[in-house]
């Protein structure tokens, strides 16, 4: 049973081009992130929501559009793609409530790779 | 400029030893750091986590020591087994619901 996936595991695409890519969480967790991973492998923080609303909007770019249809879903969609954007993005999600995990226990996705040609 | 250092980017340990991995950190504000595990073409998994109020957590195998004054933690797994050999993040965070700020990793190997 998968807690926190992706689609897809695998993106190609041409510069300029726009791409969405999904991220569903089954955990019953109320916050949801988006990190990257770039080619010196450092991963950061992109975007964090918590109840469908933005709470962290880290200096990205406005190309990079986060959104949240409900708790259980944030997508990325990512206009006008550049060379630069190319790296592998995590979705992640934890529960902020008392009820939940006392440090920050965030649980990742499988990753996605993006590679802009 | 790095927030959470790794300053060792590998290590290598025989199976059956013990495993120290290490972090330094610069942000005061800090309240929460956790240790994440990962495989190639997988996403980081959560191993183990430690809260400023506390200054060691325990869970099986793996220890955590947080040394506050120091800005320091440090990851011990004992004993060390093959299937340990992965890259081990360090990350840390401010406040619930906040985003992690991760090291670069130590790639740890642990051979038979």
């Known amino acids: 049973d998968t807690a926190v996936s992706q689609t897809p595991k695998y993106l190609v695409t041409q510069m300029g081009n726009d791409k969405s890519i999904k991220c569903e969480q089954n955990l019953g967790h109320d916050t949801m992130y988006w990190y990257k991973q770039d080619s010196k492998k450092f991963l950061k923080i992109m975007f964090s929501?918590?109840?469908?609303?933005?709470?962290i909007n880290e200096t990205v770019p406005n190309r990079f559009s986060p959104k949240s249809p409900d708790k259980a879903h944030l997508n990325l969609h990512i206009n006008s793609l550049e060379l630069g954007d190319s790296a592998v993005y995590f979705c992640?999600?934890?529960?902020?409530?008392?009820?939940?995990?006392?440090?920050?226990?965030?649980?990742f996705g499988p990753g996605t790779r993006l590679t802009v040609l | 400029d790095q927030q959470v250092k790794q300053n060792s980017p590998s290590l290598s340990v025989q199976e059956g030893r013990i495993s120290i991995l290490n972090c330094d950190y610069t942000n005061s504000m800090f309240d929460y750091f956790l240790w994440y595990k990962k495989y190639p073409a997988e996403g980081p998994t959560f191993l183990i986590s430690?809260?400023?109020?506390?200054d060691k957590n325990e869970d099986g195998r793996f220890t955590v020591f947080l040394n506050k004054s120091a800005k320091h933690l440090s990851l011990h797994i004992v004993p060390s087994q093959p299937g340990d050999s992965a890259v081990y993040f360090c990350a840390a965070s401010a406040f619930r619901g906040g985003g992690l700020v991760f090291g670069k990793g130590t790639k740890l190997t642990v051979n038979p």
């Open positions: 430690i809260s400023s109020i506390k």
């Open positions: 992640a999600s934890s529960h902020t409530g008392l009820a939940g995990g006392l440090y920050n226990e965030q649980f």
């Open positions: 929501y918590n109840n469908k609303e933005l709470i």
